[in-house]
């Protein structure tokens, strides 16, 4: 038994983790529907040793479906989502294109789980959830409970984003880059319009005019949204690295009311979604390659800020 479950834009990056995840977990469904484009229509896909035909997907894809996974970008969830919903199916929406509707929750599991409340599967009456940016989701994972504890102020964010949050095929260029920069030949600039392989760049995301760009303005909105609080002051700059998966970010955090370094630390090892990674004797922190493939946050170089404090923060002799 279990609920019926469609993924739509399971060819894509996204969408091959939404089957990663389902696999990884267990989860338990009584039929699964592979969804994409035309162009995709037709293509196999292996699952749990069955094997699936993509189908296109239209309107008429959800009768009889509970749970429809989106990762196929923002015009497919806006034209499919509400025949979705419609259809009694409970939409998770990976995509920007609901995130920031007022009546539409904004959900992370592990941070907001309340935002769901009223919404439940099969019971034929539909809704959609909207899933934020993932940087935004790594900040507040790691955030949040300090939050909830001392109350934010102010964040202040930076972050190094994989290839993966481009795309696969964003991932197959930092490949081929790094084969064509090594073998002396110029870099194969489709995805992104500079060299990618050896190099960082400001994320690829349109700049604003208060020059930010879109990348950096979802982290703040999608915050404020989440922590239904829009006096917290949040900035970001967000950068795209030449690693394949798992972003990094250096997160800052001012507090409405004290909190010292160790128990920040205690709070975040008990955090939901958060492993603490924080060996300064053998210099040991997260990293991309660990964190891959894994669904907690990782968090390390916890410390207080010694702009805030006199002698650098260091022991007065
Ligand atoms: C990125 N977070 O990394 C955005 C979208 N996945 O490009």
């Given amino acids: 038994d279990g609920p019926s479950i469609a993924v739509v834009g399971v060819t894509g990056a996204v969408g091959q983790e939404f089957l990663q995840v389902l696999h990884d977990r267990d989860f338990p469904y009584r039929s699964i529907k592979m969804l994409a484009s035309k162009r995709s229509a037709g293509k196999k896909q292996e699952f749990e040793g069955h094997e699936y035909v993509v189908e296109e997907l239209t309107e008429g894809s959800f009768d009889d479906v509970d749970i429809a996974l989106f990762s196929a ?17 409970i939409v998770v929406d990976n995509s920007s294109a609901f995130r920031m509707d007022k009546d539409i929750p904004l959900v992370v599991p592990e941070v907001n789980p309340e935002a769901l409340n009223g919404i439940k599967v099969g019971n034929g009456k539909g809704a ?9 989701i790594i900040a507040l994972v790691a955030a949040t409970p300090l939050h909830k504890a001392a109350k934010v102020k102010r964040m202040v964010v930076s972050t190094y984003q994989a290839a993966s949050g481009a795309g696969a095929a964003a991932m197959a260029e930092l490949e081929q880059q790094t084969r064509e920069v090594l073998a002396g030949q110029p870099p194969t600039c489709n995805i992104f319009s500079q060299q990618y392989a050896f190099n960082i760049f400001s994320h690829n995301a349109s700049v604003l005019e208060n020059g930010y760009n879109e990348e950096e303005m979802k982290m703040v909105k999608e915050t404020h949204k989440i922590w239904n609080d829009s006096s917290v002051k949040v900035t970001a700059t967000c950068i795209r690295v030449p690693v394949m998966r798992a972003h990094a970010e250096s997160i800052n955090l001012q507090f409405e009311s004290p909190l ?20 300064r004797e053998r210099n040991r922190f997260p990293t991309p390659l660990e964190a891959s493939n894994k669904d907690d946050v990782a968090v390390g170089r916890i410390r207080r800020d010694i702009s805030q404090d006199g002698n650098w923060g260091m022991p007065v002799p």
């Fill in 128 to 136: 959609l959830i909207a899933n934020p940016n993932c940087s935004t």
């Fill in 260 to 279: 010292d370094e160790d128990t920040a630390r205690e709070i975040l090892q008990n955090a939901p979604g958060v492993v603490v990674i924080d060996d």
């Fill in 73 to 89: 970008g923002g015009s497919i969830s806006k034209k499919f989502g509400p025949a979705a919903v419609n259809a009694g199916a």
